[in-house]
């Protein structure tokens, strides 16, 4: 399984994988520790324009060790958290004075440096010195929850052990700097924390996720039930006269209640037909099928948590193949379920 996971991975790669980023293969450890600080908290998409401006206005660790302080934090503005900025001067300004201005080349001293983790230091290792240190972020624990289908919580002690032995077990130790930029690349433009590309995923074939029906349950985190809102997408899946549905069996909310097809996400989206469309053909491979109602976004007010939910209609022209789970039901079985509040009040309003 490592031997193909890997293989399928570097391919991909190699001739698919088109994600642009400015350090992208960059070989200077300064740069890429930049470009990694940046990133610790920040989308790419927002940290380009600052990594282009801190090089652009000093372009060597000597430069940024000589800036003012104020100066900094003023090409800084805007990305907030800001301690991650008075760890970059910190570092930079420790390793000029006390390293001859030449960046650590070992996992160890570079873990040493203020401000950066094991995972910053492995990629430092693996980009600038091509050692063999796997990377562990979020798209590397979606990818391999998914492909491996594990649900030890990602955020607990035993599955940080577990995810940082299969990454360095799956690590093309002879290019670990390809395979850690593919990964977290794949992680970002496939393996997608909402609506991935199931559909044109090279590993689909051996993805456990994918072959019952858990994509949108892995990974799984301890502290997802502290979250204080949640937003619940439901796609009400019609094949002639039947809905289907499945019920609720995780440790959380609603356990063993039923519910239609659920997306949750992260934040509100705003659903429209191509939206939907894009969805079902890449997620569930659907692209046959007629979209209804969508309704207004309901909410339900639970002890901890508020629970922001959507209902999508769909009409389908045949039982799609992807869908390995759950049952479909008519409306007089599906009345005799029980169901969460949420989707009960919708259906009462529906029907009055």
């Known amino acids: 399984m490592k031997k193909s996971f890997t293989s399928i991975l570097m391919d991909w790669h190699r001739h698919q994988n088109d994600r642009e980023m400015p350090w992208k293969g960059e070989k200077k450890p300064y740069r890429i520790w930049l470009s990694e600080i940046i990133l610790q908290q920040t989308r790419v998409e927002q940290g380009m324009a600052y990594y282009h401006r801190l090089v652009e ?8 060790a000589q800036a003012p ?86 955020d607990s002690t035993e599955g940080k052990k577990i995810f940082d032995d299969l990454a360095y077990e799956m690590l093309d130790k002879k290019e670990p700097a390809l395979y850690n930029q593919a990964i977290m690349d794949f992680g970002a433009t496939v393996c997608k924390p ?30 997802t039930l502290q979250r204080k809102t949640r937003y619940f997408n439901y796609f009400i899946l019609q094949y002639r006269q039947k809905i289907w549905i499945q019920q609720r069996t995780a440790k959380d909310i609603w356990q063993h209640l039923f519910e239609f097809y659920l997306v949750e996400t992260e934040k509100q989206l705003r ?17 046959d099928a007629r979209i209804g109602k969508i309704s207004q976004p309901v909410v339900q007010q639970l002890t901890h948590q508020q629970i922001k939910g959507q209902f999508i209609h769909i009409e389908l022209s045949q039982k799609p193949a992807s869908i390995k ?27 009055s």
Not at 83 to 93: H, Q
Not at 271 to 283: A, E, G, M, P, V
Not at 328 to 349: D, G, M, R
């Open 57 to 64: 206005q000093y372009p060597t660790i000597q430069d940024l």
């Open 325 to 351: 789970t759950g049952d479909w039901k008519n409306t007089v079985q599906i009345q005799e379920l029980a169901f969460p509040k949420l989707i009960t009040s919708y259906l009462k309003h529906l029907k």
């Open 194 to 223: 909402m609506a991935p590309r199931c559909s044109a995923c090279p590993l689909q074939h051996g993805c456990a996720a994918l072959a019952t029906g858990k994509v949108n349950q892995l990974p799984v985190k301890e502290k």
């Open 69 to 154: 302080d104020q100066q900094v934090f003023k090409l800084w503005e805007g990305l907030g958290y800001y301690n991650r900025c008075r760890n970059l001067l910190y570092t930079a300004r420790e390793i000029v004075e006390k390293r001859n201005g030449i960046f650590p080349s070992t996992y160890e001293d570079l873990l040493s440096l203020k401000g950066v983790g094991p995972y910053t230091a492995a990629a430092i290792a693996s980009f600038a010195y091509n050692l063999p240190y796997a990377v562990v972020d979020g798209n590397v624990f979606r990818v391999l929850a998914r492909y491996l289908g594990i649900d030890t919580a990602t």
């Open 271 to 287: 659903w429209d037909t191509s939206l939907i469309q894009n969805y079902l053909k890449d997620q569930l491979n659907i692209y």
